[in-house]
């Protein structure tokens, strides 16, 4: 989300829906990729978990005017509130102005918050509890600020492109490590009554061009079926499953439509086969028209300006209201819209006492204008600087300090003694020189980074830095926070060097030190000359250990074998607590327990060539998705490459040992599709017929607030006498208000509810073989037979991390496989294939992708490798 845009960046293109069956392997090439149309929008509320917050959600929109259902859906405008973005309210049922707000790692642009290590943090950890701890963490300090709706998690980006300026918001590069970390997520915020939105939806893998302007038109993201239901659309599926209370689509087009009115995917894959019960709304300044987008499924439009911020117009608004009352748009769609929205209100019992925002994201003034957005504003508190941190801190750490990932550790240097005499380099074990938040949204990268840029952000209301943490454990040490290595520096042959380099990117909206977002002008290689400095320290010492704080993959090669460097560990995004959780590794109060969640490879030429940055001066970028399901170390076994270190790789300091594997069938395939979905329950029913004019009339002596977007019309009785004319509107293609039958892949919340039966269970038994207490992580790996056609070699389908296991202890692990886990997406027929009984199913569990300790045959045995 980027709600501080350029106008330059006005969302005016209208894209058209293209008419086309659906297949196993869509033509995706520039000249052939399409989206079919899927209308009209399924209604939402035949979920059994959601029939209580329905019910409570049609007693109320069975008794609201049209202007005050438009209210609902319809953003207030751009800075008409504290918030990023406010829906409209309507007092009279006591539905307040809903407040939508960054970021996925924190409140942002607040005080007395917790700046969280970001997503690509949390998925290193693999560690599901801290996953849900930090959601926890993240939708109580959401509730303390008066947050609705928290605008995270983010899991697309989904990593294709690495070198792609959001991949840090997500939980890494695979498509069951989002999955997980997203549901984790979702389930903590909400678990407090606020509303997590899963983002982006889908195919925003890279942040130039993504957006529609008035000369532009954002890229097309052009996927086939199946690697959009195999990759893309996984991790949106379990978080619909885990309940997820609204989902925000992306800037791009997929498949040449522009995802705000893509009826293909929010009508027929998110709402009718995902069968989600919140509400969809646009990414801000998303909205691209006003019935179209309607029609395709859009709930909620962010920050509800049209064509030109802060004009006061809108796409909805008054022009939703004048398209009930001329019958453009059917009233069973606004009455849906409306519905889900408070269902979602209502199931996160935000109807009782929840607070009202606190806090000001434009000013940290105690007083202010109530709408900056406003010519002219009423003057009143805008910040009550609620303190909202309690002890998450707690939870930071542990986060930042169990993702850290040893990628080596010669000589066993590490762990550090309090006594060693210690060196350290580089301006990222320090403070930003400027002031801590000195620069907007961490567009900058001054000191040690912390979090990647953009909206994605939020201010550190604190910082342990690397130095201040080491100077605590080891007051002997020195430092020399600079970007070149000192030119005279005198070196004793006991002398380490610890030499902090790193890389950053984030959102489009701003570009620090020429990189637009995307990593354009560093590539996958670190700033500030890190790899000089690194080559510098090992022509004057003997022993080097390298700190890496990183967005994602960063080529290594030119320091990563020279004999002095002995320890690499990549201690990702760290957040507020990046000392204490480095030095609680360095000096081995704990071992390392992270893992990597994407490759890192020899060089950039590894990767398939489909996955790099686009960039053309006109027309719209085709991005034509060719290598399909092999992304990252899909793409690696495939082609046979040998990485530098692999997908899930990370030592410890000790050792483990995984014993005695068995795998149990729980639930037999019995046959290559699941069984048919149940059926669904009723959803709200109301009139169809269209409301008096006179609803949509503007309340006398009402104080409008110029620029501020409202749902009223200066003279509504003539609007709805056009729907009574013969003039109709150009609906698109294939557009339909008779509702199609059930999907036979849906019937549940993330599809037919058979797809989640466990279908195998494998246990295991790791132990501590090794001197050090530590945690293991064991991954789960799948290959699935040749029956089913070309699929990756081996795909991560599950993990389970150990407590801390003393010397010589043993813990069991549980592993469980369901039934989509082993399955394919058939394209012809439209649903999940796998194979009968799991026959020809192969079962790895290992420490990486490439380090795999057990094989289990589905229907024989297990073995040690």
Not at 394 to 409: F, M, P, S, Y
Not at 530 to 537: E, F, N, Y
Not at 793 to 809: S, V
Not at 842 to 856: A, F, H, I, N, T
Request: proline share 8%; glycine share 10%; hydrophobic share 35%.
């Amino acid at each position: 989300m980027a709600h501080w845009v350029s106008l330059a960046l006005l969302a005016t293109v209208v894209l058209c829906t293209l008419a086309t069956p659906t297949g196993s392997h869509l033509d995706t090439r520039a000249s052939g990729a399409f989206s079919p149309p899927y209308y009209p929008a399924p209604n939402g509320g035949w979920a059994s978990n959601w029939a209580e917050a329905y019910q409570k959600a049609h007693n109320i929109v069975s008794n609201m005017t049209l202007a005050e259902k438009v209210n609902i859906t319809t953003g207030t405008g751009m800075f008409m509130g504290p918030c990023a973005g406010h829906t409209g309210s309507v007092t009279r049922f006591g539905i307040p102005n809903l407040c939508l707000h960054d970021s996925p790692l924190g409140v942002r642009n607040t005080d007395h918050n917790t700046a969280f290590p970001p997503g690509i943090t949390v998925g290193a950890t693999f560690d599901k509890s801290l996953m849900y701890e930090r959601g926890v963490g993240l939708g109580e300090e959401a509730r303390g600020k008066g947050v609705n709706v928290l605008l995270g998690p983010a899991v697309g980006p989904t990593g294709r492109k690495p070198r792609g300026g959001r991949n840090w918001e997500g939980f890494g590069f695979d498509p069951t490590l989002q999955a997980i970390g997203a549901a984790e997520t979702i389930k903590g915020m909400q678990s407090t009554g606020t509303i997590a939105c899963v983002k982006h939806f889908v195919g925003n893998e890279q942040e130039m061009h993504r957006m529609s302007s008035v000369v532009t038109q954002g890229y097309s993201s052009n996927i086939d079926d199946r690697t959009l239901h195999e990759l893309y659309l996984w991790p949106f599926a379990e978080s619909v499953r885990a309940e997820v209370g609204s989902v925000m689509i992306a800037y791009n087009d997929v498949n040449k439509s522009a995802c705000s009115q893509n009826s293909k995917l929010i009508n027929g894959i998110l709402k009718d086969e995902l069968g989600f019960q919140g509400f969809v709304m646009t990414d801000w300044l998303a909205h691209l028209g006003g019935v179209s987008s309607t029609l395709a499924g859009l709930d909620m439009d962010m920050p509800g300006d049209g064509a030109i911020p802060l004009s006061g117009a809108s796409y909805w608004g008054p022009e939703l209201s004048r398209s009930i009352l001329n019958g453009t748009v059917p009233v069973a769609r606004l009455n849906d819209m409306v519905t889900r929205i408070l269902a979602t209100w209502f199931k996160m019992g935000q109807d009782e006492d929840y607070p009202l925002p606190n806090f000001s994201g434009n000013t940290a003034d105690e007083t202010g204008p109530i709408y900056p957005g406003a010519l002219i504003s009423p003057i009143g508190t805008v910040n009550q600087y609620v303190n909202v941190q309690g002890n998450h801190n707690i939870t930071a750490r542990a986060v930042a300090r169990d993702a850290i990932t040893l990628l080596k550790n010669e000589g066993d240097i590490l762990p550090l003694r309090r006594n060693d005499s210690l060196k350290i380099f580089g301006t990222d074990a320090g403070p930003d020189p400027q002031g801590l938040n000195s620069c907007a949204d961490k567009g900058c990268n001054r000191g040690v980074l912390t979090m990647g840029w953009g909206s994605g952000t939020s201010k550190l209301p604190y910082l342990i830095t690397p130095k201040d943490a080491i100077a605590e454990v080891s007051p002997a040490a020195e430092f020399f926070l600079t970007a070149k290595f000192p030119p005279f520096l005198n070196v004793n042959d006991d002398d380490i060097a610890i030499v902090f380099i790193n890389s950053d990117s984030g959102e489009n909206f701003l570009t620090v030190e020429g990189n637009p977002g995307d990593r354009t002008v560093s590539g996958l290689h670190a700033w500030h000359n890190g790899d000089d400095l690194v080559k510098a320290a090992a022509e004057k010492f003997s022993q080097i250990i390298v700190i890496i704080h990183t967005v994602g993959p960063i080529i290594l090669e030119e320091w990563i074998d020279l004999d002095p460097v002995k320890a690499v560990l990549i201690a990702h995004l760290p957040g507020q607590e990046a000392g204490h959780s480095l030095t609680d590794i360095l000096f081995g109060d704990y071992s390392p327990s992270g893992h990597l969640p994407y490759t890192i490879p020899y060089q950039e030429s590894n990767y398939p060539s489909s996955v790099g940055l686009l960039q053309q001066p006109f027309g719209q970028i085709q991005d034509d998705y060719t290598e399909n399901l092999y992304i990252d170390y899909r793409h690696f076994l495939k082609e046979d490459i040998t990485p530098r270190y692999p997908f899930g790789h990370g030592l410890s300091y000790t050792t483990f040992e995984l014993s005695e594997p068995s795998l149990s069938i729980v639930t037999l395939i019995e046959n290559e599709y699941p069984p048919s979905p149940p059926a669904r329950g009723p959803t709200p029913s109301y009139p169809s017929t269209i409301p008096p004019a006179s609803e949509a009339a503007w309340p006398p002596n009402f104080p409008r607030i110029w620029r501020y977007i409202y749902p009223y019309l200066d003279n509504p009785a003539k609007d709805a006498a056009v729907a009574n004319s013969t003039k109709k509107y150009p609906y698109p293609e294939g557009y339909s208000t008779i509702p199609k039958p059930p999907p036979r892949a849906g019937g549940g919340e993330g599809g037919n509810p058979a797809l989640w039966d466990i279908a195998f269970s494998v246990d295991i038994t790791v132990t501590n073989t090794g001197e050090r207490p530590g945690r293991a992580v064991a991954q789960l790996y799948v290959e699935l037979p040749d029956s089913l056609g070309d699929t990756p070699k081996r795909q991560l389908r599950q993990f389970e991390k150990t407590r801390i296991l003393e010397p010589g202890e043993s813990e069991s692990l549980a592993l469980e496989v369901t039934r989509k886990d082993v399955s394919i997406w058939d394209g012809v027929v439209q649903d999940w294939k796998s194979v009968v009984g799991g026959e020809g199913v192969r079962v790895y569990v290992g420490e990486s992708v490439l380090d795999l300790r057990v094989r289990c045959e589905v229907g024989g045995a297990c073995e040690t490798l």
